[in-house]
């Protein structure tokens, strides 16, 4: 089933608080925004992806936890976590 | 051999034997105290299944890609991977002594490849990674075209634009497809695009050039592609790899799914074929650069469109076979890409070269230098690999378009394409992925006049009949836009 703007970020939250080891009440949203973003895997890929180079439209999450800003790229199918520690991921 | 040697040997290969078990045996051991973190891990090593990344791990087979130095044998190689308690699962039948071994010990793929970099008889050992699927299982909807056009729309009025002396095709969407005929449309630049219309008055492009067209695969059935499909013909046995398998390859090649169905669940494909050869004035949505011309529909990229290194080696593995066996497949067009480098990708793409298949590369989309930042596979330096940035309807240079004097060779149209979407719909879409098969679809028109023109100077012809462009002047090496109709020489 194909994810709204808020089904995103919710499911953003809850990777986040995961990670960190945090409450889910403790991830505030930073700001969400449209964005295209370069590829299929929303300049979030990792080692080895091959990607198609086409101009992906999508949804730039950013949350807060702890003083740290943590970046999501989503679009309805899936999420990407950006650079999170030196590393993307899926989500 | 006399007797004495006889039982020499007998013992030293006795040796060999128990050593090997020893080793896999010590590896088993190891496999066992090592403890594994897998939660986050974006890039599957193949086979462990990142959906159950919360559960007690129980990891499975992990992939390497290794070339062997010349002269190994094959039952060297077995004999290396059997001793390290793995398994041989493909031999890259074109590409002398390349294979993809399964390690079965739970180590990971670096690990494992390290180990056979160590090893006096391999030349490199390269981790496969395998991107994790879509985890909310989503298939993109082809319901509905998002912002294109559906097949049940009224269909535009034809508008034919004087004063270019082309031929001009009845296909309704054609006002849409600035890049072969620029009118000015949408605030475009009149005469910004690649004069496809003037380079139709020599030729329309023939089904006897194949284009293989390696991606998310292709809607084979799609109204306006499916005329321009490659089939392959019943005198051509089915494809068969003797280590994986045989397959009916009627239009194709899956390495994504390992079948012979390379039907098309995501649309770039489809979009980046509509671009080569959607079927030209069938009064039906759009034109190709080719109005006719045969597409090989090839599937590395999974319905997420991403892919795997070994998955797209497997189609260019499969594109070399079939050129082999007298299908005269001239170009790969690749709209895909990444910043990491593989050694055997890039065996890979050499060996097409030696086949005389021009290597048709995107540039990338993250408006940076290549020269500086590679981008994969269009910056390895082959004499088959041409690499395309994308430009606007108003011959700038798009703003998301990756560039380098060095390494990004010539541009073409790429941003706002209007071109085919699986279900018989019609979708714009922007990338230098939207770029490449315009080259590619040039490169196979040059083919339909001059059937025998060898890949180095099919190169040299598009690279030396462009439009130059200021935009492009330090950008590109040619520094110019293809055009269609200087590349097949028309009046």
């Known amino acids: ?91 | 051999m006399n007797r004495q040697n006889f039982f020499g040997h007998l013992a030293l290969a006795v040796a060999v034997v128990i050593l090997a078990a020893f080793i896999g045996q010590m590896r088993r051991m190891e496999r066992s105290h090592a403890t594994f973190e897998r939660r986050d891990i974006v890039v599957v090593p193949h086979g462990h299944d990142a959906d159950e990344a919360d559960d007690e791990a129980e990891l499975e087979d992990a992939e390497v890609i290794v070339r062997f130095r010349p002269g190994t044998s094959r039952a060297q190689i077995e004999r290396i991977t059997n001793g390290l308690n793995d398994r041989l699962l493909d031999r890259f039948e074109f590409i002398n002594n390349q294979a993809v071994i399964a390690d079965e010990d739970g180590l990971a793929p670096e690990t494992v490849a390290a180990e056979y970099r160590g090893l006096p008889e391999v030349e490199y050992a390269e981790p496969n990674f395998v991107i994790e699927l879509d985890p909310t299982g989503n298939a993109p909807d082809f319901g509905e075209a998002r912002h294109g056009h559906d097949d049940d729309d009224d269909d535009p009025p034809v508008v034919r634009h004087p004063g270019d002396g082309g031929m001009q095709p009845n296909d309704p969407l054609f006002n849409e497809q600035w890049s072969l005929l620029n009118t000015g449309q949408r605030a475009g630049t009149s005469g910004a695009d690649v004069c496809a219309t003037r380079a139709w008055t020599k030729t329309k492009g023939s089904r006897k050039i194949v284009v293989a067209v390696i991606d998310t695969g292709v809607d084979y059935t799609h109204q306006d592609l499916r005329s321009n499909i490659w089939t392959r013909p019943a005198s051509l046995a089915a494809y068969s790899d003797e280590d994986l398998g045989d397959f009916d390859d009627r239009h194709g090649f899956d390495a994504a799914d390992n079948d012979g169905d390379p039907m098309d669940d995501n649309g770039h494909g489809t979009h980046c074929a509509g671009i080569i050869g959607a079927e030209g004035d069938n009064s039906d949505g759009i034109a190709g650069v080719n109005w006719e011309v045969e597409i090989m529909p090839l599937k590395f990229l999974g319905r997420n469109g991403s892919g795997t290194t070994k998955d797209a080696i497997e189609c260019i593995n499969y594109v070399v076979a079939r050129k082999k066996a007298g299908v005269n497949v001239r170009i790969i067009s690749a709209s895909w890409g990444s910043t990491a480098r593989s050694r055997a990708l890039g065996d890979a793409i050499k060996r097409a070269g030696d086949e005389g298949i021009l290597f048709i590369a995107a540039a990338g989309n993250s408006s940076t230098n290549n020269d500086a930042r590679p981008h994969y596979p269009s910056n390895y330096d082959l004499p088959n690999v041409l690499s395309v940035a994308a430009l606007t309807r108003t011959d700038a240079l798009a703003r998301f378009s990756n560039y380098g004097a060095k390494t990004v060779h010539i541009a073409a149209p790429g941003a706002e394409i209007m071109s085919t979407w699986p279900g018989n719909q019609y979708e714009e879409h922007s990338g230098t992925s939207m770029a490449t098969p315009v080259v590619s679809g040039v490169a196979a028109l040059i083919l339909s006049v001059n059937p025998d023109l060898s890949m180095t100077d099919l190169r040299k012809r598009l690279l030396d009949t462009v439009d130059k462009l200021p935009a492009l002047d330090g950008k590109v090496s040619s520094g110019g836009r293809v055009n269609a109709a200087s590349a097949v020489r028309a009046d």
Do not use: C, H
């Not at chain 1, 970020?9 to 889910?24: H, I, K, M, S």
């Not at chain 1, 730039?60 to 976590?81: H, Q, S, T």
């Open chain 1, 1 to 91: 089933m194909a994810m709204s703007k808020e089904d995103a970020v919710n499911r953003a939250r809850t990777d986040l608080a995961g990670r960190l080891g945090v409450a889910e009440n403790e991830i505030k949203e930073d700001s969400v925004e449209d964005a295209d973003f370069p590829d299929a895997s929303f300049g979030a890929g990792a080692a080895g992806e091959m990607s198609a180079q086409m101009i992906t439209p999508g949804w730039r999450i950013r949350l807060r936890a702890g003083g740290d800003v943590y970046e999501y790229r989503a679009n309805r199918n899936r999420i990407r976590l950006f650079n999170f520690k030196g590393a993307n991921y899926s989500v």
